[in-house]
């Protein structure tokens, strides 16, 4: 399969830490994004990340970005209750069938209040 | 709110049934997927439009049947499904340029069959 992977599957914080994900994928990529969704409901866009890009941030998110090790860290500071969801990366290839889109397993967050 | 929008938002049909789940976007986007999300499973992709010319089929079961009439619309029609096929099945919008494919989901259908 070409879909990332998440690690851990599951994350419990207290509010007020930091939460850190992460991602390992497989093929070569253009980008690599990252969704969260809250329980039941679609995915929301957080952040894109170039493959000639190491680091990015976007307010309480910092994503890194390693191609040689094709792997992806995203870090939520200072958590709060409502960061409760779950976060998926997603891969984007540019493929000679067009755009390929890969999301990963994701991981569950839950921050305690 | 997104800018995609299914419906139903939940759907409940015997295995006999035939349904059709819609989404609408208004985003001019020209690309629009369909996703099968079931619990403590990957999302799993089903479709691919680019300019209403699909482009994808993740080998999907027959009884599953997209329609894209035009780059605004995507439909997927349901017929003789199993309980299996119970899920949260999400469509989603993008531009095709890679630098803009950011996907836009909708709030994603429930689906149960009985």
């Known amino acids: 399969s070409q879909q990332g992977e998440e690690d851990p599957q599951a994350l419990s914080i207290q509010e007020g830490e930091n939460a850190t994900m992460n991602c390992s994928y497989k093929t070569s990529i253009n980008n690599l994004q990252w969704y969260r969704q809250n329980s039941g409901r679609g995915l929301v866009h957080l952040i894109l990340i170039r493959s000639n890009e190491r680091e990015k941030h976007s307010g309480r998110l910092r994503v890194t970005l390693d191609t040689s090790k094709k792997s992806s860290s995203l870090l939520i500071t200072a958590s709060r209750a409502a960061d409760t969801a779950s976060y998926f990366c997603?891969?984007?290839?540019?493929?000679?069938?067009?755009?390929?889109?890969?999301f990963g397993t994701g991981t569950s967050l839950t921050v305690i209040p | 709110e997104t800018g995609v929008t299914q419906t139903p938002r939940h759907l409940v049909m015997g295995m006999t049934n035939k349904k059709s789940l819609k989404c609408e976007q208004h985003l001019g986007h020209n690309a629009m997927y369909w996703y099968k999300q079931s619990a403590k499973k990957p999302l799993e992709l089903m479709f691919v439009?680019?300019?209403?010319?699909?482009?994808e089929n993740n080998s999907v079961p027959s009884r599953f049947s997209p329609e894209c009439p035009n780059s605004s619309h995507l439909f997927l029609h349901l017929h003789t499904l199993q309980p299996e096929d119970s899920a949260l099945y999400l469509c989603?919008?993008?531009?095709?340029?890679?630098?803009?494919?950011?996907?836009?989901f909708g709030a994603g259908t429930r689906l149960s069959v009985l």
């Open positions: 439009y680019n300019f209403k010319e699909q482009t």
């Open positions: 989603a919008s993008s531009q095709t340029n890679i630098a803009k494919n950011i996907q836009y």
């Open positions: 997603a891969t984007n290839s540019l493929t000679n069938t067009g755009n390929q889109f890969y």
